[in-house]
């Protein structure tokens, strides 16, 4: 069975940083990809970043483009988010999802509780 669990989210001030990271279980990171998505009140589900387990090719939202970094541990199966210079609208719940049959994040198959990450002013 697929589990993906987020931690990492908390309280900060603008300009301030968290990690926020995604304990997988249930399959193997191997020509698959995991992304991380987030929503918030009234705004549409965005995907902010996703990496392909098999070759680490990254992409990233142009909201958060040059401020957050995504990586994997295929060794410890986690993928992290580090979140630089947040700013109040990267306030959302934060997940992580799998996509089981691409490498580039096409269809999130499953994703975990989510974890809350909440940047103020």
């Known amino acids: 069975e697929v589990q993906l669990v987020e931690s990492g989210g908390g309280l900060v001030q603008a300009g301030g940083s968290l990690r926020l990271s995604c304990a997988a279980s249930?399959?193997?990171?191997?020509?698959?990809?995991i992304a991380w998505f987030r929503e918030a009140p009234g705004k549409e589900r965005e995907e902010v970043s996703c990496?392909?387990?098999?070759?680490?090719?990254?992409y990233y939202a142009d909201s958060v483009k040059g401020r957050f970094t995504i990586s994997s541990d295929n060794a410890k199966n986690t993928v992290s988010l580090q979140m630089n210079s947040l700013k109040p609208e990267d306030t959302a719940e934060y997940y992580c999802?799998?996509?089981?049959?691409?490498?580039?994040?096409?269809?999130?198959?499953?994703w975990g509780q989510g974890t809350q990450v909440t940047v103020s002013s």
């Open positions: 999802g799998l996509d089981p049959y691409s490498t580039n994040c096409e269809v999130l198959a499953s």
């Open positions: 990496i392909s387990t098999s070759d680490g090719h990254t």
């Open positions: 249930g399959f193997t990171f191997d020509d698959n990809s």
